[in-house]
């Protein structure tokens, strides 16, 4: 029976991290360094990455370009990493590419998925790659495909163990990677008092080379170059044209440095028709309920989720998890008067946050199980936030209901 590459992976353990590069760098070249076949962008950032680079890998598709996107982690399959022109990769393919690297037993996890789809992409030969830094910006695997183009998302206070508890360390560590770019473009996410601490004084604000204004309804008004559009807004909450205006900025980049046609408006527009990227304020329909669902999974992004409350209709209750790491008690101060009933649940993770600190952080709040049966005991509406361990989980038991 065939070996599938969840289970060749599954003995490297996904929250291994190793700050540095030097052994995946060692290996990457006894391999014939094939992260360098192709250009690739990179997008770093504390949130808003995986978003940033979907929008961004739409429009090059929408530009005629074949296209790699690697990001991380996934929700439910773990294809879901690694796509080719805007498709998760073949399970087959994945695995096979997995396996070149089982010689190298000592890579981590991230290590291992990153080191196959730069194989992948190799062997498809993709005009270029949108990679999503997994953490950090100066020993992150993704920094080995030496990247033309970088754009930062923003700056925020996750992985203080290992970036640095001051917004200043997280961005000297983060603007490593625009240093080592030749072409860098900063996100409107980024506070201007630390923009000098990035490193790299060649930046430019996506805000000097695209403007976006959310007209409300889902609409939002584009312009570049003389060029003007309106798109449907592709990622719901208002901090979406944040990442839509970097993501736009890196393809006028991407068009100035050869890799792609000068970015058409109508062609921005078909880009943004279908796209879809769940877990990021998605509603999906689970055991016949509609529930809202956002992975929220710090302290930034609960806050960009409570402003969503705000402006809604109607009160959400809410089901809530997230990992030992997360300022759970500061999570929680925020989310917990916009919502109106809580549920907790563990998670079924090595990192898993105590179910006695989350019930302990919303005072009050009933405790299930597992998601599963978190989902059981919440009365609609349904807000299913604090991880994308918890939204996989929902969209995992979706599937298999359906």
Known sequence: MPVDAAVRLSSRPAGRIRPRLDELRQVLAERGNPQLDFPSILVVGTNGKGSTAAMLDAVLRSHGLSTGLFTSPHLVRVEERVQLNGAPVDGVVLESAVEEFDEYPDLTYFETMTAAAFTIFSDARIAVAVLEAGMGGSWDATRLAESSIAGLTNIGSDHAGWLGAEPVEVAREKGRALAAAEVAVIGAGVDVDLVAELGAPAARRARSLVRCSDLGEGRVAM??????????????????????????????????????????????????????????????????????????????????????????????????????????????????????????????????????????????????????SGLDRVKDPVLAAGSIRLVGALLKFAEAAR
């Open 223 to 372: 312009s570049w170059d003389g060029r003007e559009t309106t798109v449907r807004m592709p990622l719901s909450g208002a901090f979406q044209c944040d990442n839509l205006e970097l993501a736009l900025a890196l393809a006028l980049e991407a068009a100035n440095a050869g890799l792609m046609p000068a970015v058409d408006p109508s062609l921005v527009q078909t880009a943004f028709e279908k796209l879809s990227w769940p877990g990021r304020l998605s509603i999906h329909r689970l055991d016949g309920r509609e529930v809202l669902m956002d992975c929220a999974h710090n302290l930034e992004a609960a806050k960009a989720l409570a402003e969503h409350l705000d402006g809604l209709d109607c009160r959400y209750n809410l089901l809530f998890s997230c990992l030992d790491d997360k300022p759970v008690e500061a999570m929680a101060e925020v989310l917990k008067d916009r919502v109106g009933d809580v549920v907790v649940c563990p998670l079924d993770d090595d990192r898993a946050m105590p179910v006695e600190r989350l019930a302990a952080a919303f005072a009050g709040a009933e405790v299930a199980e597992d998601p599963q």
